[in-house]
């Protein structure tokens, strides 16, 4: 399947669960885009003539793809533990990405997209030995730990040249905070030549876009990262820091 990819069309008894007229929308659909790259504004073009009543209805019908998802995966689950193979199972739920959805008047992903509703995707893992129920929702993971991590979970060796870690520290609680402050990404273009590189600390994050404008913003103040703070003179020694990390 390729949901919850656009053009989001839930089964009907799933769109039926969710109010459309009372959807909330993004705080930053009217964004312009100060800034930010123009290809942003390119691309925001393409979705002016949508209407409130549009973008309620776009977001109701992700949301209710998710849901028609999710209760998929609960008929897998439910046979696992009718076999009682859930005993001996390991689960992961991920995504490679998540969707604009009118964020910064945007739609999916797309060219210059770097925004956390893009890049901080779910991950839930579920393994024989670990604690039920732990939320972490402070450490800094990718997936290319999550190779790292299945391999330390079956009691197999380790990838000598793994990029990533295994993550089992952090899912039985006994891992380093500060040890997990870090994470980087890479944005190949697609069709264009319009390359982007990410990286997170702690509460910062750097995107370096060579086609474009840098960008700086602080997550713990500005979720929504509406103020871009690389061209800052305040903020210049980060900014640096930043470029380093990279």
């Keep these: 399947t390729t949901e919850p990819h656009d053009p989001y069309v839930p089964p009907k008894a799933f769109i039926d669960l969710y109010d459309v ?31 409130d009543a549009d973008w309620r209805r776009m977001a109701a019908s992700y949301w209710a ?17 009718e076999s009682g193979a859930d005993q001996n199972t390991i689960v992961v739920f991920t995504s490679d990405h998540g969707d604009m959805l009118g964020a910064h008047g945007l ?41 790292p991590t299945l391999l330390d979970l ?20 006994e891992h380093n905070r500060a040890d997990w402050l870090d994470a980087y990404a890479e944005f190949f273009g697609q069709r264009f ?19 474009g404008i840098d960008e700086l913003y602080n997550l713990a103040d500005d979720p929504q990262e509406t103020t871009n703070l690389a061209e800052d003179p305040a903020h210049r020694q980060t900014l640096e820091d930043m470029c380093r990390r990279m």
């Design 65 to 81: 793809v998710i849901t028609y998802l999710d209760h998929e995966v609960g008929r897998l689950m439910a046979v696992l533990r």
């Design 154 to 173: 079956t009691g197999l060796d380790s990838l000598p040249d793994a990029s990533g870690r295994s993550l089992r520290p952090v899912l039985a609680d």
């Design 193 to 211: 030549v319009y390359t982007q590189r990410l990286v997170w600390h702690d509460q910062w994050k750097y995107v370096f876009s060579p086609g």
């Design 21 to 51: 007229d009372s959807t909330p929308l993004s705080p930053t659909l009217k964004d312009e885009l100060g800034g930010k790259p123009e290809v942003l504004r390119r691309m925001q073009a393409v979705w002016q003539g949508l209407t």
């Design 107 to 147: 739609v999916a992903k797309g060219v210059g997209t770097a925004y956390e509703e893009v890049y901080n995707i779910p991950l839930i893992i579920r393994a024989p030995g670990l604690t039920n129920g732990t939320e972490d929702i402070d450490t800094r993971t990718s997936l290319v730990d999550l190779g």
